[in-house]
């Protein structure tokens, strides 16, 4: 019943690396959010782009949506082993209150 | 100031026993979103208030789930009858105002139904 789906499913990279992560989406969105979940934690807000945004940046992070695509992706330059977590887009759909999160990316970074 | 708190974390409970769980919002945030996260997946949608009107409830999964925010503040989760297929950990998040905003997340409840 989840809306998002995030692809790769798992991704492990060495630290220094970037790592990219992808979100697919299936009706019209007012805004799309990236979240970050640690092992047993609760979920960290990342970023936000609105539906009318292409592209957004904070610090590491950098996330672009392509609403004709549907499609959003996450990317973190530089990794460290600090960033090994699951992590989430969610969507917040036109004219409703719901948010739909995906079922994540779980990216381990090696140090 | 403080974030988003739940208590019990932790709860263990019989089948057939009710349940509730808390949630204590940031202060001044108007919505209040329930998730449910099962093992290994992304939280699913149970329930959204903006203040004390429960405006959303169609990701309950059945009946015996309830939930209330009577001052627009705390909020309580309550499973009658616990499951076991109702184990999985349980996400509040509270933002300025729906879905517009980012959510801030509480720790989660752990519920293990023997």
């Known amino acids: 019943s989840q809306q998002g789906e995030e692809d790769p499913q798992a991704l492990s990279i060495q630290e220094g690396e970037n790592a990219t992560m992808n979100c697919s989406y299936k009706?019209?969105?007012?805004?799309l959010q990236w979240y970050r979940q640690n092992s047993g934690r609760g979920l960290v807000h990342l970023i936000l782009i609105r539906s009318n945004e292409r592209e957004k940046h904070s610090g590491r992070l950098r996330v672009t949506l392509d609403t004709s695509k549907k499609s959003s992706s996450l990317l973190i330059t530089a990794s460290r082993a600090a960033d090994t977590a699951s992590y989430f887009c969610?969507?917040?759909?036109?004219?409703?209150?719901?948010?739909?999160f995906g079922a994540g990316t779980r990216l381990f970074v090696k140090a | 100031g403080a974030g988003v708190s739940q208590s019990p974390r932790y709860k263990v409970a019989k089948r057939g026993q009710d349940v509730a769980l808390r949630c204590d919002p940031i202060s001044g945030h108007v919505s209040l979103f329930w998730y449910q996260q099962a093992l290994g997946q992304g939280p699913e949608f149970l329930t959204y208030f903006q203040n004390e009107a429960q405006l959303d409830k169609s990701g309950l999964p059945s009946d015996r789930f309830f939930a209330e925010r009577p001052e627009g503040s705390v909020s309580t989760l309550k499973i009658q009858r616990t499951q076991q297929e109702d184990s999985a950990v349980y996400l509040c998040?509270?933002?300025?105002?729906?879905?517009?905003?980012?959510?801030?997340f509480g720790p989660g409840t752990r519920l293990t139904v023997t």
């Open positions: 998040a509270s933002s300025l105002r729906g879905s517009l905003y980012e959510q801030y």
């Open positions: 009706t019209s969105i007012n805004n």
């Open positions: 969610a969507t917040a759909y036109t004219g409703g209150f719901k948010t739909i």
